[in-house]
């Protein structure tokens, strides 16, 4: 690899880096906008449930404390969605960017095997098939774990949702 081709990967990898950087700050921006929102949200029910203890109107009192746990109880599984929606988008994004990258490096390392091969003794060819082997079974690697770990995500999701309507159904009956 010449000079120019260094400088250029180097321009590349600077370049991603950058937008990945603009991307983490995005989603940092989603996530406290979704966390102000909860926290304005929670300091109202606060101030309502000081307004109605100073009153000494614990009835009124009584009442907001059950709507509020009704409230929290939707709005924690909108919450969770909101963010899991953002970490996902990231997720994914960082899973592309590292296939992408995989890619380049295996195309590289086959690259260079093919440049070298002729210049190797016997019997290189079998030793390229085996890399070329290994990267392509890296890969293969590296999307089956990419799916594995969105099928635990949507499932501690889903659990999580059981779990939130479950709580519901008892707060209800109680």
């Not at 983490?24 to 300091?43: F, V, Y």
């Not at 997720?91 to 190797?120: C, F, I, P, Q, Y």
Request: overall charge positive; proline content about 1%; hydrophobic content about 35%.
């Amino acid at each position: 690899m010449d000079a120019k081709d260094l400088q250029k990967r180097q321009q590349e990898k600077a370049n991603e880096l950058f937008d990945y950087s603009h991307k983490l700050l995005d989603a940092a921006k989603q996530l406290s906008e979704h966390h102000i929102a909860e926290m304005e949200w929670d300091m109202k029910n606060a101030l309502d449930s000081a307004k109605s203890t100073a009153k000494n109107d614990l009835a009124k009192l009584k009442g907001l404390q059950e709507e509020a746990a009704k409230e929290a109880a939707k709005r924690a599984a909108v919450y969770q969605k909101k963010v899991k929606s953002v970490l996902k988008d990231i997720g994914e994004s960082v899973a592309d960017e590292t296939e992408k990258h995989l890619e380049k490096v295996r195309s590289s390392l086959v690259s260079w095997l093919e440049d070298t091969e002729n210049k190797m003794p016997s019997h290189a060819d079998k030793l390229c098939k085996v890399v070329n082997e290994m990267s392509t079974t890296r890969q293969k690697m590296f999307k089956e774990g990419r799916r594995i770990v969105n099928q635990v995500a949507d499932a501690a999701e889903k659990n999580i949702d059981d779990l939130v309507k479950k709580t519901g159904v008892k707060k209800k009956s109680a």
